[in-house]
């Protein structure tokens, strides 16, 4: 029974397998509808109630599929830890929290219904690929990610010092230019702060270039990682 059962949940290589994988993955995305849908305001007490019954009915079983896979996998304190695992409880764990109680004041708890989408991972190749590549490439990425956090309090401070006295309602501390230095490192400037003397003009010309690299290092290295990654499965088939 728990090799059969194992054959259905883990592996993708029969027909029962590849359909229960679809199943859950048509659950996933219309749980996250009815979680949008119950964000629309004016909504009739039938409709609340059908949306709260498929919700029931996905948690249900989102549950089942959690405990069927602690109980087939062989090492389970590690499964349970492991990211798939904590994935799994979290895309159930709101439910459970605030089932029969009023948790007015964790409602925020309702957005890790959104890590259901992360489940889907599980289930698409190219997702795979992708989670694959990323942990192939963490170790830049990590790296990358501190010097970006440096260069965002490097470019805060330059800011600061260049327009502090012609806009200090702005640029009163470091603290409020990290809004511009983010929004200007990005690229993505919304232009609702912005430099008027010279010599802050000509420090955001220089920082909208390291910006333009900011953007695009990232992309190769996870370009260049599912390369790899692609390359390898190909090989080993």
């Given amino acids: 029974m728990k090799a059969y059962l194992k054959s259905i949940v883990e592996y993708n290589d029969n027909r029962l397998s590849r359909g229960f ?35 029931i009915f996905c948690v249900v079983v989102f549950t089942l599929e959690y405990l069927a896979r602690i109980y087939v996998a062989d090492q389970k304190l590690r499964f349970i830890f492991s990211f798939f695992g904590i994935i799994d409880l979290l895309a159930i764990l709101p439910f459970y929290l605030s089932f029969g109680v009023d948790l007015r004041s964790l409602r925020v708890l309702r957005m890790f219904r959104l ?55 702005h640029f009163s501390s470091i603290f409020d230019s990290l809004w511009w230095s983010i929004v200007t490192l990005t690229t993505v400037g919304y232009g609702d702060v912005y430099p008027i003397t010279v010599g802050g003009r000509i420090f955001t010309f220089f920082i909208l270039l390291i910006g333009l690299g900011i953007v695009a290092i990232p992309t190769g290295i996870i370009s260049s990682s599912l390369t790899k990654v692609v390359e390898s499965k190909g090989e080993l088939e």
């Fill in 21 to 55: 994988a679809f199943f859950i993955q048509f659950l996933i995305v219309l749980s996250v509808i009815t979680f949008s849908l119950e964000t629309l305001p004016s909504l009739e007490p039938r409709t609340k109630v059908v949306l709260q019954s498929i919700e």
């Fill in 115 to 169: 890590f259901r989408l992360l489940k889907l991972v599980r289930y698409n190749r190219a997702m795979r690929h992708f989670s694959k590549a990323m942990l192939l490439a963490k170790e830049q990425i990590i790296l990358f990610m501190a010097i970006t956090l440096v260069l965002i309090y490097f470019a805060a401070v330059g800011i600061y010092y260049f327009e502090n006295e012609a806009q200090p309602e």
